[in-house]
């Protein structure tokens, strides 16, 4: 017992940040603004570090089930995290394109920031790494459906006909995830698999003989994505508060759930690409933007039918611009089953770009 309270010090850390943050919640508010943004900043980093236990949970079940599973779980856990902060979020903010900007922010940084950074780095430790190219291709394209039908075709939809549209984006995206877990975890299971060979293996993390309890991690990953709802609620009220007339961009919200959710993947990625497993990266770059979209989307949208009120979630004109820059990218340096330091400097210009013009207000 000693031992596991040792292990999840970060859950303890952030259920004690919870068990103090709701009973001083409205004396913190009263007390200005400048409280607001400390105690929002103490939060984020409980949330953060839950989240990095939330993600270990879900790698060493991914070790356990093996792939695709494994991927898939890290990456469902991590919009998990994204949709609760979400959500949370999108009940005590003001900004009625949260939802869209969180998603687009997701994208870019799972693309092109955390894509981009493994290929650089991974390239200028082992040159070229291999991958297998159907997973890059079937990702992108799904990527692009999803992301057309779901924030760039809204724009041309009469705004009477909202609920309508909104009902088949619903439908429509829970067909293609479904569509997409058939073809992941059966027939089509192989496009998301490398053979590395027996020297790979033989290091990869994890993978030490030991059992792995998994009824354990279940209820600890879990009791993670709870705390981080706990944790959202306080951090979300403070957060607004403390950003009050400030005048800082209303992306900087959005790219925050973004960066949170997204922190355990980058730490995993980048080790992939550092142990030469690009074939580990692609999934997580990609499967988190595809996962993102094709499940977020359909969440937010059923809050909106519920409330009777329509959510902003088409693109802007920028964003649009970003967005297909980017796939169209993805889709030319992914096509050869192999990365390299150049295609990651492509991605992370990208990135930069998005910063750049998320700094600018644009």
């Known amino acids: 017992?000693?031992?596991?309270?040792?292990?999840?010090?970060?859950?303890?850390?952030?259920?004690?940040?919870?068990?103090?943050?709701?009973?001083?919640?409205?004396?913190?508010?009263?007390?200005?603004?400048?409280?607001?943004?400390?105690?929002?900043?103490?939060?984020?980093?409980?949330?953060?570090?839950?989240?990095?236990?939330?993600?270990?949970?879900?790698?060493?079940?991914?070790?356990?089930?093996?792939?695709?599973?494994?991927?898939?779980?890290?990456?469902?856990?991590?919009?998990?995290?994204?949709?609760?902060?979400?959500?949370?979020?999108?009940?005590?903010?003001?900004?009625?394109?949260?939802?869209?900007?969180?998603?687009?922010?997701?994208?870019?940084?799972?693309?092109?920031?955390?894509?981009?950074?493994?290929?650089?780095?991974?390239?200028?430790?082992?040159?070229?790494?291999?991958?297998?190219?159907?997973?890059?291709?079937?990702?992108?394209?799904?990527?692009?459906?999803a992301v057309g039908v779901s924030m760039i075709i809204p724009e041309f939809i009469p705004h009477g006909r909202w609920q309508l549209y909104s009902i088949f984006t619903v439908a429509i995206m829970v067909v293609l995830y479904a569509m997409f877990l058939h073809m992941q975890t059966t027939r089509h299971s192989y496009f998301f698999s490398y053979a590395y060979g027996p020297a790979h293996d033989s290091h990869e993390e994890g993978h030490d003989g030991a059992p792995i309890p998994v009824t354990r991690h279940v209820v600890l990953l879990v009791s993670g994505l709870v705390l981080i709802g706990l944790l959202a609620e306080v951090m979300a009220k403070m957060l607004d508060a403390g950003l009050a007339g400030t005048g800082v961009p209303a992306m900087v919200a959005a790219m925050l759930v973004a960066l949170l959710s997204a922190s355990p993947e980058i730490v995993t990625a980048v080790r992939a690409a550092l142990n030469n497993r690009m074939q580990s990266v692609v999934n997580i770059a990609l499967g988190a933007s595809l996962s993102t979209v094709i499940l977020t989307v359909p969440i937010i949208e059923g809050i909106a039918l519920l409330q009777g009120q329509p959510i902003e979630m088409a693109l802007t004109p920028v964003q649009t611009a970003m967005v297909l820059l980017t796939l169209l990218a993805a889709s030319i340096n992914l096509n050869d089953g192999e990365t390299n330091v150049i295609e990651g400097m492509t991605h992370f210009v990208l990135f930069s770009t998005f910063l750049m013009l998320a700094a600018l207000g644009v």
């Open 1 to 145: 017992m000693r031992s596991v309270l040792k292990e999840e010090k970060f859950l303890l850390l952030g259920a004690l940040v919870a068990a103090c943050a709701y009973p001083l919640e409205h004396s913190l508010l009263a007390a200005g603004q400048a409280v607001s943004l400390l105690a929002a900043g103490v939060l984020i980093g409980a949330i953060l570090l839950t989240s990095l236990r939330v993600a270990h949970h879900a790698e060493l079940l991914a070790i356990r089930f093996g792939e695709p599973y494994g991927t898939m779980l890290l990456t469902i856990s991590a919009v998990l995290v994204e949709v609760v902060i979400l959500v949370m979020m999108l009940a005590h903010t003001s900004s009625p394109a949260l939802a869209r900007d969180t998603i687009y922010s997701a994208i870019m940084l799972d693309m092109n920031g955390i894509l981009g950074l493994a290929a650089i780095l991974g390239g200028l430790k082992h040159g070229e790494q291999a991958y297998n190219v159907d997973s890059g291709n079937s990702y992108v394209v799904m990527i692009l459906t």
